[in-house]
């Protein structure tokens, strides 16, 4: 093989990972909750109890919680996801609840949801209800939470990510349960994480040999 077409083959290969890796980094959706919820919506698509206020921990900080509790969903995202079968996925999100929360019940909660609600299940909680993992901590600091799934073919084009201050109680009380940072993006298939690591890497072998 000339050197000729050993460039024109390494340099295809490096541009196909570039290309690749790159449009496999875009988020499908990102809230920071630095603004307003015009973002988001309420059961049915009417009013619901999310509400912007100032980090407990850091003022310079806006984050979402909640004036009231709720089940089966409280705030939805109005954009439904249009998942590809098969896809895999990840939802990552921060989450700060107050230690005063009811042990083993209320809290917050985080969901995808087919409809407002419609077809819907948890997939973090402070405790199992509906299924969900309990694994949100309330003890008073900010952890980041990252749920990874695959779209099922069954999924349909209309999957909302939803949260709630669980009404578990009378004795619940709302406004101690935070979010920040929300983000669902595309896990990069192995294949193109292969692809990638091999464009890196002969992109540094032709560089070092450009420079000898």
């Known amino acids: 093989m000339s050197m000729t077409v050993k460039r024109t ?5 490096v541009l196909m990972a570039v290309l690749s ?7 499908v959706f990102v809230d920071d909750f630095e603004g307003d919820l015009s973002l988001w919506t ?4 009417g009013a619901h109890h999310g509400i912007i206020v ?10 979402l919680s909640f004036t009231a509790m709720n089940s089966a969903g409280d705030i939805f995202t109005v954009a439904g996801f249009d998942l590809v079968a098969g896809q895999a996925y990840t939802v990552s999100f921060d989450y700060l609840g107050l230690p005063n929360q009811i042990p083993g019940g209320s809290g917050g909660f985080a969901g995808l949801s087919q409809g407002y609600p419609g077809s819907h299940f948890w997939y973090y909680g402070t405790n199992t209800t509906s299924g969900a993992a309990p694994i949100l901590v309330d003890d008073g600091q900010w ?11 069954k999924v349909g084009s209309s999957i909302h990510l939803m949260f709630e201050d669980f009404r578990y109680s009378s004795a619940s009380v709302a406004g101690d349960a935070f979010f920040d940072n929300v983000q669902i993006t595309t896990v990069p298939a192995p294949g193109a994480v ?5 464009g890196l890497g002969l992109t540094g ?8």
């Open 42 to 45: 309420g059961k049915d698509g």
């Open 54 to 63: 100032a980090d407990p921990l850091n003022a310079g900080n806006d984050v």
């Open 21 to 27: 890796a790159g449009a496999s980094a875009n988020p």
């Open 194 to 198: 292969l692809l990638g690591s091999i």
């Open 143 to 153: 952890h980041t939470y990252t749920y990874e799934f695959t779209a099922p073919t």
């Open 205 to 212: 072998y032709l560089r070092r040999r450009k420079a000898l």
């Open 9 to 13: 083959f390494l340099s295809t290969i």
